[in-house]
Every structure is written in C-alpha cells, then in structure tokens.
C-alpha cells in the first residue's frame, strides 16, 4: 500500500507568509519514504502527525520558490543522522542544487555533501530509488521546474509542481492513476506560471486519472473554497476530484480511499 500525505496544502506567497494552509508538502510513504516539496512548516507538520524526519529515504524539491523548499536543509540533515552519515537521497531541480541566476541554489554547499546520492533531474530523466521516478517538464518562473512521476507497484502517481497550462505537462502525465495538482488560483482567476480550476480540469478531462487531487491553494483559492473548485471539476469531467486538506492521507491499494491522519506527537 502507498499512502499519500498532505502535511500543506498552501502554496503562493501570501498563503505561505499568513500560512493561511500549511505549506508542508507532501509526505509519501510507499516503497521508500519520501518527502515532496518541503516548504516552511514541513518539521513542525511532521512532529505534529508523528512522522520521523531520520526516517526518510529521500527528498525531492521541485523548484526554487520558498513554499517549495525551505525545510529542505533540515530533512537532509535528518536523513544523515545530523550529518554523521553519508545517507539519504535527494533529487532535486537544477535551481535547487545550482542557481539559475535568480532562484536559487536552495541547498547550501555543505548540506549537499551530505546525502549518499545528490541528483539534479531533468524533465525526462528517471532515477530508480526502489521505486522507479521520472521528472517532468514544468512552466513556471523558475526555468528548471520538474514535476515527479512515481511508479509505484499499484499504479504511477503524477506530481506536476507549479506550472502553466502547456499540452506537454497533459502529454507527459498519460497514465497516471493519482494526479496531484497545485491549483493557485481558483475559477476565473488565472495568472502566468500556475493552474487555475479550468486548467486543472483542462488536465484532468484529457489524462482521466481515477483520481485528482488538487492542493497547493494561493489565498485567493482558499477565500473561494477549493472545495468548490474540485466539485466544478468533477462535475465538469466526471473524474473523481478532490481539493486536499491539511493531514490528508490518501491510500492507494486496488482501491483509492482517503482518511484523516490523526497526530500522535511523540516526544
Ligand atoms: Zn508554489
Ligand atoms: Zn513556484
């Protein structure tokens, strides 16, 4: 079984400055455990639902925006046992790891020395960690954006990151079974470089996924209800859409179902 947890569900600056939602990112606990996307909260959200940083296997980081990445650091120093070991992996974008002149490097020269495998992915490339991944192509501000496929036992899972509408992030994300969405931006509200509700479900009509979950909601989405914005598309696609909520955990085994994480906050 892989369950899916959503330790945020905010993203954008001003969902993240007020942290309106959380904007921890997603803890995947499958054939290996990684985390998604650690923005700021991701420790305090961990501790809170009694999931152990040193635990983890790996830790992607998409992109370098803050609500993607500042927590970053930190997991990796848990990874290696507070650097004493050469352990953990990171994949991460270019930005992350490099800079790209104006984003970025997100990860000090220091805590990049520390994990046992460090990998800058480009779209198309796919690193097999016990469980097979692939970046994606991404549309966004910062250039080197990737969005994560995870080939899981029952089925792949598609993460896009933060991106534009482009027939290419539909093309690439044929087949999943999860499609995990950031919607920013709610009906009628589109802007450069995110998914409005009528993108996402732009999305989600064309790959047809058993199910889509929408998170990562900017203030504006969370004023108008992503509730909302996920019923408009399921009734729109007739695809299963859910908007995801802090503490959310999604298993999927032959079936897909949903339930509450509840804390257990220990020590
Ligand atoms: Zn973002
Ligand atoms: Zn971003």
Redesign the pocket.
């Known amino acids: 079984m892989t369950n899916i947890t959503f330790l945020g569900t905010g993203?954008?600056r001003f969902a993240t400055i007020y942290q309106t939602r959380s904007t921890g990112g997603i803890f995947l606990d499958g054939t290996r455990r990684m985390h998604i996307d650690p923005g700021p909260g991701t420790l305090l959200r961990m501790k809170q639902l009694g999931i152990k940083p040193t635990d983890l296997d790996a830790v992607f980081i998409s992109h370098s925006?803050p609500?993607?990445y500042t927590d970053a650091e930190v997991l990796i120093e848990a990874m290696s046992r507070g650097g004493l070991e050469k352990r953990g992996i990171v994949l991460a974008a270019e930005s992350v790891i490099k800079g790209d002149g104006k984003f970025g490097p997100a990860i000090s020269g220091y805590h990049c020395s520390l994990p046992e495998v460090l990998k800058i992915l480009l779209p198309g490339d796919e690193y097999d960690l016990g469980v097979r991944v692939k970046a994606t192509r991404s549309f966004h501000a910062d250039f080197t954006t990737i969005g994560l496929q995870i080939f899981e036992r029952e089925g792949m899972i598609a993460y896009v990151s933060?991106t534009e509408l482009r027939e290419e992030v539909i093309e690439q994300n044929m087949g999943a079974r999860i499609i995990i969405l950031?919607v920013t931006r709610p009906l009628g509200e589109r802007i450069k470089g995110h998914l409005c509700t009528e993108d996402a479900a732009k999305i989600v009509e064309a790959i047809r996924p058993e199910l889509a979950i929408f998170t990562?909601f900017g203030l504006k989405c969370i004023r108008e209800g992503p509730n909302l914005q996920a019923e408009w598309t399921w009734k729109k696609t007739g695809i299963k859409t859910i908007a995801a909520v802090d503490s959310m955990t999604i298993s999927m085994r032959e079936e897909i179902t949903a339930s509450r994480r509840v804390g257990v906050q220990k020590r």
Do not use: N
């Open positions: 993203g954008g925006h609500d993607h933060d950031p990562h």
